[in-house]
């Protein structure tokens, strides 16, 4: 299998899974969106111990952990995505699957911002229009939420800035997220000693009757960890352009379990909204298969 299609089975892995996301997060209730987040860390990290000690020799961590520039990058990367994870926890487990849905809807369309503010890009005229479009949407939603999406709206600026971030460091995908669950791991783990000491813990409180739900709590470390490594290991493989397409599997699967099974509301404003942020992602998909098609061509000498 060349490296590019194996990177296209690890983008569609990683996005598959966050779809089914929803259908994870109702089950750790009664612990909190904090205490599961916590959770994700500690387990997260024990995880890829794990992992480290099946493939032994077989890393390059000892390197990365000679670059200065790309640890400070994955640092900052751990900190946005506690955040992202966060909030997506909060949103789903309030019954708010809908909009976390809108944020990985708008998330392509805050990558492209993020290339003009960061990278100094130049946005071609397609580019602009999609965005006014998503301005417009983000408008339409705001007066049929009465509030900005503020949900949407922080996924999609933090789950952004943590792919521009990962690309950055050129990392490999299970010595990126090592770094990032270390950087994490003492905080979350002293969140946890505290809030049992306090008794609020929901983690062993009644043993052997809640095995499951501490099953299910310590299982978030492997829900975590295995779409991250698939994301990393996507891309590090295929274009950003390719893994932009990939990103709407996951809000697609969302949507349709926070409408269908959750029978969340999608009054017609709401539904008009979502519509012009489809319509953006249209015209921001066509002109970047288009410019990358002309690329292609530039690069292989045929115009």
């Known amino acids: 299998m060349s490296t590019q299609r194996r990177g296209l089975v690890y983008g569609l892995a990683a996005y598959g899974l966050w779809g089914l996301f929803p259908l994870y997060w109702p089950l ?15 387990w997260s990290l024990l995880v ?4 480290f000690a099946v493939r032994r020799a077989s890393t390059d961590l000892p390197a990365l ?3 200065p520039a790309a640890l400070r990058r994955l640092a900052l990367a751990a900190v946005v995505l506690s955040a992202n994870w966060g909030v997506y926890i909060y949103g789903v487990n309030s019954a708010q699957v809908v909009e976390t849905s809108l944020g990985y809807f708008v998330n392509p369309l805050v990558t492209v911002v993020l290339g003009v503010v960061v990278l100094r890009e130049r ?30 709206l922080t996924l999609a600026g933090s ?4 792919g521009l971030l990962k690309k950055q460091a050129n990392a490999g995908a299970l010595e990126g997220l090592t770094v990032e669950t270390s950087v994490l791991f003492l905080p979350a783990l002293g969140y946890l000693v505290v809030l049992a000491a306090r008794g609020s813990s929901s983690f062993g409180v009644d043993l052997p009757h809640d095995l499951g739900h501490d099953a299910l709590l310590a299982g978030a470390g ?13 891309t590090t493989r295929i274009p950003l352009t390719l893994i932009g397409l990939l990103q709407y599997v996951t809000p697609i699967m969302q949507l349709a379990i926070g409408v269908l099974l959750r029978h ?8 008009a909204g979502f519509a012009l942020v489809w319509l953006a992602l249209a015209v921001l998909t066509a002109d970047g298969l288009r410019n990358h098609r002309r690329q292609t061509r530039l690069t292989t000498g045929l115009v």
Do not use: K, N, S
């Open 222 to 234: 492997v829900v975590t960890a295995v779409p991250l490594l698939f994301f990393g290991a996507a």
């Open 65 to 67: 952990l000679r670059q």
């Open 123 to 152: 946005l071609r005229r397609p580019q602009w229009i999609a965005v006014g479009i998503a301005a417009l949407a983000v408008a339409v939603l705001t007066a049929d939420y009465g509030h900005v999406p503020v949900i949407a």
């Open 28 to 42: 750790l209730r009664p612990a909190g969106a904090v205490e599961i987040l916590a959770h994700r860390i500690v």
């Open 264 to 271: 969340e509301p999608m009054p017609p404003a709401r539904l």
């Open 48 to 51: 890829v111990i794990a992992l």
């Open 159 to 162: 789950f952004g800035c943590y």
